[in-house]
């Protein structure tokens, strides 16, 4: 399983950005973005079900972000609107274990590269 996370970039507060993960391999599987801010642990972000009808997001960014995927490109997406200078982190796409997602970082298996979202106030 390899994961591509592209996307990031350096936006003011009040920007938009969409992030992409390109998986190959054994990847029907729900997938999870999250997030990790320098001096702090990973945290979850958003997570979506392999048929993209259940997704669940971190309280922090509910209403702001948008998980989404087209399997037909096995490419899962981020859409994240209204930033904040707190969204700034290197973000990762992940297959978890099983087929089902979770907000658990030691539940998944694969990770990808991780991309640098800047925020800028």
């Known amino acids: 399983v390899q994961l591509q996370a592209s996307g990031g970039g350096s936006v003011q507060a009040g920007g938009s950005l969409r992030l992409s993960c390109a998986a190959s391999?054994?990847?029907?599987?729900?997938m999870g973005w999250f997030r990790q801010a320098t001096g702090k642990e990973r945290e979850f972000v958003a997570a979506?079900?392999?048929?993209?009808?259940?997704?669940y997001y971190a309280d922090s960014v509910k209403g702001r972000f948008t998980i989404s995927r087209d399997n037909a490109r096995n490419t899962v997406y981020l859409q994240m609107n209204s930033l904040e200078p707190e969204d700034t982190a290197v973000y990762y796409c992940?297959?978890?274990?099983?087929?089902?997602?979770?907000?658990?970082?030691?539940?998944?298996?694969?990770w990808g590269q991780g991309t640098q979202v800047t925020v800028s106030s």
């Open positions: 391999g054994r990847s029907r599987y729900g």
């Open positions: 979506i079900s392999l048929g993209g009808g259940s997704t």
């Open positions: 992940a297959r978890p274990k099983t087929i089902t997602p979770t907000r658990w970082v030691a539940e998944y298996e694969y």
